[in-house]
């Protein structure tokens, strides 16, 4: 079996197609992690005029502003960063009016927005969703930060939530796990985030075309039937076959993953990766878990569904009469939860992409959005489950089920 | 110290002889099948203590259904055949049941009812020990387009459990019988069809197996890499059974030392070649005819020859009785005859 495996795996990565999509991979991880610091734009004021910086550059100076009011989130930092915006909107008018002086934004406002941002957010209105002007905040709700958080979530809940109380006392109870404060280090953005969920979604698709032909093309070309007549016979084949493309996949992800995270938190601060992950997204996110174990979870959430997805290819592989079809029909399970869900978005779409290998990867559906931006919940009889737990839990279930139907698909073919 | 398998042959030996053994095989299948793969996984054919047993394949009743659209197809329908060595040709028109009878003796099919045995085992029991002993050559030679011959025959060598230096040993010879020496480290991809196929039977003789199994396997190929195929195959029959299914009866009828006639998924004919030839003894005729005769003589007659003569009158070849041309002369039968015969639908399509 050992030497069917090793043997199999040689063939596979000798593939002119497997080396060019590992080396897509490869390349796009360095592309990928590269590109979201290009979007950073800062202005600022040297000598009375405007300068505008790009890239790592104004990253940098991002980081230098915000070094003061960077660390442990306290509602002192947050009154200070509300009594500087009352105090230069008084001066200077509306910030995001062309007339306020970019030097002033930059000193005085921009140090505290990303703290500001939260309290405005958390202040919002419980009926409506609203969130109100600074002016409308007092410097009592500033200090008073952390228990306006559990409010605010207990609002949000009910205003979307209002036929599942479950899920209200659901997430109630999850956000009281979070123990405050929270923390924010300037650095890694929203932006970069979401290329970390695209950037596993093309890995899944390359790992998915790699697998796509394995049975098939054997079928196609008849390669398959030397193989079955050869002395190790067609379940050690199977096995071999199996096993390899699993390796491949898990290798693929590893080493991708790897150069992907080492670039992008070296690009923007290892130190960015302990901010709260309330801070970055919305305050009313679900885990108690900073950027880093995010990082963690979604890197997770996206190796499960790719091993999902490499199974259910395997299965259509073996399945299929040719590689056509099945390239064809495995990029269609692909991107499909994406797509359905980006158009329906509904609760058959909520359930699809919880129950499709690939949907916990892609756009608007994926496990990212589950559990930073949307804060959805599916009813399974009596018991109210927080999406992103299924979103884990029905793929990595699925891969031992896909994997015995294409090992059996393949070895009851022609018999 | 003896391991299982002697243990086995040397028990068997004390009360029958080898020979004995050998031909009695097929009549003690429910013993056989009582014995583990273990016990077997030395092919019985090689030579231990001096003696030598040689491989026999029954086939039993052996039936293959398919569920199709339409209901079910019966592809092969209740055969019965002793295989010996030597070379057997399995003839029958396109659609007979050929592949597929020889997709079952691989083992990568099922028989839907009846039995394949091997030495008396049942081959869907001996699994890696009766492929071990099997080489096998499809319709369609697949590969890996990035391979090159050598890499794709290393690869096959180990598939099929052949130790490195084996293998290396083998492959070189190989190459050399084969005369692929030249184009060892193309691609496969780019080789001419003669080539691929040559590759292909390079393969399937790589474990140098008892059983041989070639299905088509001059398509593709030049006349002349025909002949070098056919003398090739006759080299290798020594010791060996080597059934070859064609539909191209120049392929088996001088070399095959038995054929086998399939249609409609039966055997419908076993014999030599002259046996089977004997069939048509009386049956076939030769006359010259003008060329307006012939489209009267292309309703009546099963013409299965036609030459232009000198004269501008034509020649025709037809299998009938004499009484159906006057002047018509009684000649030899080839197996092409009894083919056409058998298979009237393929006349158009046969290669001589």
């Given at each position: 079996?050992?030497?069917?495996?090793?043997?199999?795996?040689?063939?596979?990565?000798?593939?002119?197609?497997?080396?060019l999509?590992?080396?897509?991979?490869l390349?796009?991880s360095?592309?990928?992690?590269?590109?979201?610091?290009?979007?950073?734009?800062?202005?600022?004021?040297?000598?009375?005029?405007?300068?505008?910086?790009?890239g790592?550059?104004?990253?940098?100076?991002?980081?230098?502003?915000?070094?003061?009011?960077?660390?442990e989130?306290?509602?002192?930092?947050l009154a200070?960063?509300?009594a500087?915006?009352?105090?230069?909107?008084?001066r200077?008018?509306?910030?995001?009016?062309?007339?306020?002086?970019?030097g002033?934004?930059?000193?005085?406002l921009?140090?505290?927005a990303?703290?500001?941002?939260?309290?405005?957010e958390?202040?919002?209105?419980?009926?409506?969703?609203?969130?109100?002007d600074?002016?409308?905040?007092?410097?009592?709700?500033a200090?008073?930060?952390?228990?306006?958080?559990?409010?605010?979530?207990?609002?949000?809940?009910?205003?979307?939530?209002?036929?599942n109380?479950?899920?209200?006392?659901?997430?109630?109870?999850?956000?009281?796990?979070?123990q405050?404060?929270?923390?924010?280090?300037?650095?890694?953005?929203?932006?970069?985030?979401?290329?970390?969920?695209?950037?596993?979604?093309l890995?899944m698709?390359?790992?998915?075309?790699?697998?796509?032909?394995?049975?098939?093309?054997?079928?196609?070309?008849?390669?398959?039937d030397?193989?079955?007549?050869?002395?190790?016979?067609?379940?050690?084949?199977?096995?071999?076959?199996?096993?390899?493309?699993?390796?491949?996949?898990?290798?693929?992800?590893?080493?991708?993953?790897?150069?992907?995270l080492?670039?992008?938190n070296?690009?923007?601060?290892?130190?960015?990766?302990?901010?709260?992950?309330?801070?970055?997204?919305?305050?009313?996110?679900?885990?108690?878990?900073?950027?880093?174990?995010?990082?963690?979870?979604?890197?997770?959430?996206?190796?499960?569904?790719?091993?999902s997805?490499?199974?259910?290819?395997?299965?259509?592989?073996?399945?299929?009469r040719n590689?056509t079809?099945?390239?064809g029909?495995?990029?269609?399970?692909?991107?499909?939860?994406?797509?359905?869900?980006?158009?329906a978005?509904?609760?058959?779409?909520?359930?699809?992409?919880?129950?499709?290998?690939?949907?916990?990867?892609?756009?608007?559906?994926?496990?990212?959005?589950?559990?930073?931006?949307?804060?959805?919940?599916?009813k399974?009889?009596?018991?109210?489950?927080?999406t992103?737990?299924?979103?884990?839990?029905?793929?990595?279930?699925?891969?031992?089920?896909?994997?015995?139907?294409?090992?059996?698909?393949?070895?009851?073919?022609?018999? | 110290?003896?391991?299982?398998?002697d243990?086995?042959?040397?028990?068997?030996?004390?009360l029958?002889?080898?020979?004995?053994?050998?031909?009695?095989?097929?009549?003690?299948?429910?013993?056989?099948?009582?014995?583990?793969?273990?016990?077997?996984?030395?092919p019985?054919?090689?030579?231990?203590?001096?003696?030598?047993?040689?491989?026999?394949?029954?086939?039993?009743?052996?039936?293959?259904h398919?569920?199709?659209?339409?209901?079910?197809?019966?592809?092969?329908?209740?055969?019965?055949?002793?295989?010996?060595?030597?070379?057997?040709?399995?003839?029958?028109?396109?659609?007979?049941?050929?592949?597929?009878?020889?997709?079952?003796?691989?083992?990568?099919?099922?028989?839907?009812?009846?039995?394949?045995?091997?030495d008396?085992?049942?081959?869907s029991?001996?699994?890696?020990?009766?492929?071990?002993?099997?080489?096998?050559?499809?319709?369609?030679?697949?590969?890996?387009?990035?391979?090159?011959v050598?890499?794709?025959?290393?690869?096959?060598?180990?598939?099929?459990?052949?130790?490195?230096?084996?293998?290396?040993?083998?492959?070189?010879?190989?190459?050399?019988?084969?005369?692929l020496?030249?184009?060892?480290?193309?691609?496969?991809?780019?080789?001419?069809?003669?080539?691929?196929r040559?590759?292909?039977i390079?393969?399937?003789?790589?474990?140098?197996?008892?059983?041989?199994?070639?299905?088509?396997?001059?398509?593709?190929?030049?006349?002349?890499?025909?002949?070098?195929?056919?003398n090739?195959?006759?080299?290798?029959?020594r010791?060996?059974?080597?059934?070859?299914?064609?539909h191209?009866?120049?392929?088996?009828?001088?070399?095959?030392?038995?054929?086998a006639?399939?249609?409609?998924g039966?055997?419908?004919?076993t014999?030599?070649?002259?046996?089977?030839?004997?069939?048509m003894?009386?049956?076939?005729?030769?006359?010259?005819?003008?060329?307006?005769?012939?489209?009267?003589?292309?309703?009546?007659?099963?013409?299965?020859?036609?030459?232009?003569?000198?004269?501008?009158?034509?020649?025709?070849?037809?299998?009938?009785?004499?009484?159906?041309?006057?002047?018509?002369?009684?000649?030899?039968?080839?197996?092409?005859?009894?083919?056409?015969?058998?298979?009237?639908?393929?006349?158009?399509?046969?290669?001589?």
């Open positions: 079996m050992k030497k069917v495996w090793k043997l199999e795996l040689l063939r596979i990565l000798r593939t002119r197609s497997t080396l999509f590992l080396a897509a991979a390349a796009l360095v592309f990928m992690a590269c590109m979201p610091v290009t979007y950073i734009k800062f202005s600022y004021e040297e000598n009375g005029q405007e300068m505008t910086l790009n790592p550059a104004a990253l940098a100076m991002r980081k230098r502003l915000r070094s003061a009011t960077d660390g989130v306290t509602p002192k930092k200070a960063g509300l500087a915006y009352r105090e230069n909107t008084a200077y008018g509306d910030p995001n009016s062309k007339d306020f002086p970019v002033i934004y930059a000193s005085e921009f140090p505290y990303a703290l500001t941002a939260r309290l405005k958390v202040m919002a209105d419980a009926d409506t969703g609203a969130v109100p600074y002016a409308a905040i007092s410097e009592t709700d200090l008073g930060f952390y228990d306006r958080c559990r409010i605010h979530v207990s609002d949000l809940m009910r205003m979307e939530q209002r036929d109380p479950d899920a209200v006392t659901l997430a109630e109870k999850m956000y009281a796990q979070i405050p404060p929270f923390y924010y280090y300037e650095g890694y953005d929203s932006n970069m985030a979401e290329y970390l969920g695209l950037y596993l979604f890995l698709l390359l790992c998915a075309l790699v697998t796509a032909p394995l049975f098939c093309a054997e079928y196609q070309t008849g390669a398959d030397i193989l079955r007549s050869t002395k190790y016979g067609r379940r050690t084949l199977a096995a071999a076959k199996i096993l390899s493309a699993l390796c491949v996949s898990v290798t693929l992800f590893a080493v991708c993953m790897t150069v992907f080492l670039i992008s070296s690009i923007f601060g290892w130190d960015s990766c302990r901010t709260s992950l309330q801070m970055l997204f919305s305050a009313a996110c679900l885990l108690p878990v900073n950027i880093g174990r995010m990082q963690v979870l979604v890197t997770l959430a996206g190796l499960i569904a790719l091993l997805c490499v199974s259910l290819t395997l299965f259509v592989s073996a399945a299929c590689t079809t099945a390239t029909l495995t990029i269609a399970l692909c991107l499909f939860p994406s797509v359905f869900y980006m158009m978005g509904n609760d058959l779409a909520a359930w699809l992409r919880v129950l499709l290998p690939s949907g916990a990867l892609g756009g608007t559906n994926s496990f990212f959005y589950a559990l930073t931006f949307y804060f959805e919940f599916l399974i009889g009596p018991w109210t489950v927080w992103p737990w299924l979103m884990l839990a029905v793929p990595a279930a699925e891969i031992p089920l896909f994997l015995l139907l294409a090992a059996r698909t393949y070895v009851r073919r022609s018999l | 110290m003896k391991n299982h398998t243990v086995l042959i040397v028990s068997l030996n004390e029958c002889s080898f020979e004995e053994f050998c031909a009695g095989a097929s009549q003690i299948p429910p013993m056989a099948k009582l014995i583990p793969e273990e016990f077997t996984s030395c019985l054919s090689r030579k231990r203590s001096g003696m030598e047993i040689i491989m026999e394949i029954t086939l039993e009743h052996v039936t293959k398919f569920r199709e659209k339409r209901g079910i197809k019966e592809a092969v329908r209740d055969v019965s055949l002793r295989l010996t060595p030597g070379v057997w040709g399995l003839l029958g028109a396109n659609g007979s049941g050929k592949t597929t009878l020889m997709r079952m003796l691989c083992g990568i099919m099922q028989a839907t009812s009846g039995c394949i045995l091997c008396g085992l049942d081959i029991l001996s699994g890696g020990s009766y492929r071990e002993r099997l080489g096998y050559l499809p319709q369609e030679f697949g590969f890996y387009p990035e391979f090159t050598r890499r794709y025959l290393e690869y096959i060598a180990a598939l099929k459990g052949l130790p490195d230096d084996t293998a290396k040993f083998r492959i070189t010879k190989l190459l050399t019988q084969l005369t020496d030249e184009v060892r480290d193309k691609r496969i991809a780019k080789l001419s069809g003669g080539m691929k040559r590759v292909g390079a393969q399937a003789l790589l474990n140098e197996p008892e059983l041989l199994i070639l299905d088509e396997p001059t398509s593709g190929l030049d006349p002349g890499e025909r002949v070098r195929f056919r090739l195959l006759s080299e290798l029959s010791d060996r059974i080597v059934l070859i299914s064609t191209i009866v120049s392929d088996v009828e001088y070399i095959a030392s038995r054929i006639i399939m249609k409609e039966d055997i419908f004919l014999g030599t070649t002259p046996e089977l030839i004997s069939r003894r009386g049956q076939v005729y030769e006359c010259v005819i003008p060329p307006e005769a012939l489209a009267r003589c292309e309703q009546n007659l099963h013409i299965v020859n036609l030459r232009n003569e000198e004269n501008g009158r034509l020649r025709i070849r037809y299998l009938g009785g004499p009484d159906e041309i006057p002047g018509a002369v009684s000649c030899a039968p080839c197996l092409e005859d009894l083919f056409l015969h058998l298979f009237p639908q393929e006349e158009r399509n046969t290669v001589i």
